[in-house]
């Protein structure tokens, strides 16, 4: 095989299918370190002029052409990982310079996405630890306190004792959330196959959250909720999820003699009908920069008020995942001083 500027059979025929096919950017240059031929990913990348030029007025990083030159001259391979901006975002890419016979070929694989599965990762991880390590280290501080100074102390002792429960209490709903968190992850792809009564399922839940409503001194209402309303769901999983906003409407969004309404009702969308159920409360609301943000995991707008009322951080990521797996959108509407209003829509279909 001879490759060279020159057309020929190959070149015309087969090569371009064999190069099109492929799933990455690559490129191939001659020994006169001219682009011989480029497929339509290494057009997209680089512009769509790169054949019979110069490789050097296409790809402009020293270290890719140290690798060229070092290739078509030695007849040597290189791997590399470079940040590159040949367009206007910045992306990160495996670069496989590998000789072929009179040239040289040169694959880029774009790496961004997996790197930033990786980061993702990276912070989750670290948030996860961060979390866990703030009360653990209170529990051995209170310990190490009954054991020594305060060993004598009864009242200390009673008090410590009590932050310790709470403490350790904040652990478990944290390892709780992340287990719920990991098995709506798990079910997302898992379509509900049980027919169930929307409506009598969120009037279960709205009545399990009276006395947590009652203790708060916040009024809960419900619309909507009388008539049956059948859907293919998972009951455990709505409850959780109005459990979550219900929650969030009366930790975040209410002050005593407050009020939240939860409603359902049949509606249209752009992808046909659907079930709308919301939960609306009357506080100061959530400022716009927050709010697509809210469902990233232990997100949260001040996280000492959510802290001190027992939050994870972690309840509208698990209602998004939930939401998602019912093939459902969450929509939040709120402005400062608006009150909020979230919007969970189940499609019929
Ligand atoms: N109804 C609401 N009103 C105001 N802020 C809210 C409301 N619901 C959620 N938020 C904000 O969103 C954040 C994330 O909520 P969530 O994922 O349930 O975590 P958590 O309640 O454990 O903090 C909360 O910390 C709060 O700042
Ligand atoms: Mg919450």
């Given at each position: 095989m001879f490759i060279s500027t020159e057309k020929n059979a190959l070149l015309e025929e087969f090569l371009p299918a064999l190069l099109a096919g492929f799933p990455h950017a690559a490129i191939l240059v001659a020994r006169d370190?001219?682009?011989?031929?480029?497929n339509p990913t290494a057009a997209a990348l680089f512009g769509p002029a790169l054949q019979g030029r110069h490789y050097g007025l296409t790809l402009r990083q020293p270290e890719v052409l140290d690798s060229v030159a070092d290739c078509l001259y030695t007849g040597t391979g290189a791997t590399l990982r470079l940040t590159m901006r040949p367009s206007d975002q910045e992306a990160s890419f495996a670069i496989t310079i590998s000789p072929v016979p009179n040239g040289a070929i040169c694959v880029f694989e774009d790496v961004s996405p997996q790197e930033q599965t990786d980061q993702m990762r990276r912070d989750f991880v670290a948030n996860v630890s961060h979390e866990l390590r703030t009360p653990l280290t209170a529990l051995q501080g209170f310990i190490e306190t009954l054991q020594g100074p305060a060993r004598e102390d009864a009242a200390a002792r009673a008090r410590f004792l009590e932050i310790m429960a709470t403490e350790a209490e904040r652990m478990n709903?944290?390892?709780t959330d992340l287990l719920h968190l990991s098995r709506v992850e798990a079910q997302e792809r898992l379509r509900p196959d049980t027919e169930i009564d929307l409506a009598a399922t969120i009037a279960l839940a709205v009545d399990g959250l009276r006395p947590l409503a009652q203790r708060a001194e916040v009024t809960l209402q419900s619309k909507g909720l009388d008539a049956p309303r059948n859907l293919f769901a998972d009951a455990d999983?709505?409850?959780?999820?109005?459990?979550?906003?219900?929650?969030?409407?009366?930790?975040y969004g209410s002050i005593k003699g407050g009020r939240v309404e939860v409603g359902l009702t049949e509606t249209v969308t752009l992808r046909g009908p659907a079930y709308c159920f919301w939960v609306q409360d009357a506080g100061s609301g959530i400022a716009e920069e927050h709010i697509p943000r809210l469902t990233e995991r232990f997100y949260r707008v001040d996280s000492h008020r959510s802290r001190?009322?027992?939050?994870?951080?972690?309840?509208?990521?698990?209602?998004?995942?939930?939401?998602?797996?019912?093939?459902?959108?969450?929509?939040?509407?709120?402005?400062k001083g608006q009150g909020s209003r979230f919007s969970v829509f189940l499609p019929l279909g």
């Open positions: 370190s001219k682009v011989a031929m480029a709903r944290l390892v999983q709505i409850m959780q999820v109005v459990g979550n906003l219900v929650e969030n409407a009366i930790k001190a009322q027992g939050g994870t951080g972690l309840g509208l990521a698990i209602v998004k995942h939930i939401v998602s797996r019912h093939r459902g959108k969450l929509s939040i509407e709120s402005g």
